[in-house]
């Protein structure tokens, strides 16, 4: 049996636990794909240069609605593919060339499955260790249609390597990946389906949002809402008869009906970790699982599937392991998300339909982006900020933005929230440059 000091599966965020004061330590990785984890090489990186590139192309289209003479004229798909994967594939394989340079560092590169607690077995070798971190990630989940495991369906994990633009992508799902994959594919020329089982897409985002964004996308491409797939088949193309009793053709599918974590695949049972229902790894507040010295992080444990937020788990654990006698709990209160479709949302805190569920007070507060100088300036007609708070305390609750630049929009708000300021603080106590898009987090601070 092979024994060491720490022992971390998976080599995404999980990668960065590994710090100064690990030196000397002997440590072991085990990563049976590349380096970098989902976000960098198939999830947040390459979809959001994906995102900028149909952003800049759906500009194009737009200009003679500002009086500017642009077109579109297609998109040189391999060369926005290639200059994507040229930069991020590099950035993989210096990881894994770094930690094997390492003297105190072993690469272990085959799947690894807990035979015990704090040991696994990875292609037959027994490997222990005193300290175990789970960063294994998750994976996209195949619903169980009748015909759809014989295709060659796409999910996230190749969907942005294609060879090919697409003539006409079905998207299953009405996610955040079926949001911003509709958005790069019909902004660079394909046409696209959606298929999504619910009323509106997003399922968890405000209402608010939900039903503007669904409204914009059922505008712009083809959305199938209510729906359902009964059944796929594959020859020369897809198709996919609908529980309407349509049929539809196309040459690509792409599924994104969800993601699931590795639990399963590990067998974290045998290793005496515990998991809820949905096959996340349960941990208290300092990502300590039920067996004593294993510890895990990112969307393995955390149902919110964040890159910032495994990140900063990655930190937390840095210190705990070092610190035994001083252990530090994470801090969920104040954790921010994005869609990168378009237009943009960023949110964070509860939605307005969490609070009533909750019977909790509120105040709302809407300003719209045409609301404001810079609003008329980009002739934008449907972005929105929408402001939650407290009515005693005049703490902001909750943020949910949808427009041009919402991610970003949103980050002031967290910064209020993080310091404790009220709303009136918020709008009141500094300067908004004029004219410029904080503005209409300005004026929807103003309106409590």
């Given amino acids: 049996m092979t ?31 590349v380096f970098g984890g989902t ?22 289209r737009r200009g003679p609605t500002l009086g500017v003479h642009t077109t579109f004229g297609g998109a040189d798909w391999p060369a926005i593919r290639d200059r994507i994967f040229d930069r991020i594939n590099p950035i993989a394989d210096s990881g894994r060339d770094y930690r094997q340079g390492l003297d105190n560092v072993t690469v272990y590169e085959s799947p690894a499955r807990f035979v015990d607690e704090r040991t696994v077995d990875i292609a037959g070798t027994i490997v222990s260790a005193d300290q175990v971190v789970l960063a294994a990630g998750g994976r996209p989940v195949t619903p169980e249609v009748p015909g759809l495991a014989d295709t060659p369906f796409h999910t996230s994990d190749s969907i942005m390597r294609v060879d090919s633009l697409p003539a006409h992508l079905v998207i299953l799902g009405g996610g955040f990946i079926a949001v911003e994959m509709a958005h790069v594919f019909d902004a660079l020329g394909s046409r696209v389906t959606i298929v999504h089982r619910g009323d509106l897409l997003l399922r968890g985002a405000d209402d608010a949002v939900r039903e503007r964004i669904t409204g914009i996308y059922a505008a712009r491409m083809d959305v199938r809402l209510d729906t359902t797939v009964r059944r796929v088949g594959h020859d020369d193309v897809f198709r996919l008869e609908l529980s309407d009793g349509a049929t539809l053709e196309a040459d690509q599918l792409l599924v994104a009906t969800g993601r699931r974590p590795n639990t399963d695949s590990l067998d974290v049972a045998a290793g005496g970790i515990h998991t809820d229902g949905r096959g996340l790894v349960t941990t208290d507040d300092y990502l300590r699982t039920s067996s004593k010295g294993v510890w895990a992080l990112g969307d393995i444990t955390n ?85 939650l708070a407290d009515p005693d305390t005049r703490l902001l609750l909750g943020a949910h933005i949808l427009g041009p630049h919402a991610p970003t929009l949103i980050q002031q708000l967290i910064q209020g929230m993080v310091a404790g300021l009220t709303v009136d603080q918020m709008a009141r106590a500094q300067l908004y440059v004029h004219p410029a898009i904080p503005e209409v987090v300005e004026q929807a601070l103003l309106g409590f």
């Fill in 3 to 33: 024994h060491h000091h720490l022992l971390i599966i998976g080599a995404g965020s999980g990668n960065s636990v590994i710090g100064p004061g690990h030196d000397g330590m002997d440590l072991a990785i085990v990563e049976p794909w």
């Fill in 303 to 387: 149902p919110a599937q964040l890159k910032h937020t495994a990140n900063a788990e990655a930190r937390l654990l840095t210190h705990n392991l070092l610190n035994p006698g001083a252990l530090r709990a994470i801090d969920r209160l104040h954790t921010p998300h994005a869609v990168f479709g378009h237009p943009q949302i960023g949110s964070v805190g509860p939605t307005q339909q969490q609070l009533v569920a909750e019977g909790r007070p509120h105040l709302v507060s809407v300003r719209n982006f045409s609301d404001i100088a810079y609003g008329w300036a980009m002739e934008d007609t449907t972005g929105f900020v929408k402001l």
């Fill in 39 to 60: 976000c960098l090489n198939r999830g947040c990186i390459p979809s959001k240069m994906l995102v900028h590139a149909a952003d800049v192309a759906l500009a194009a």
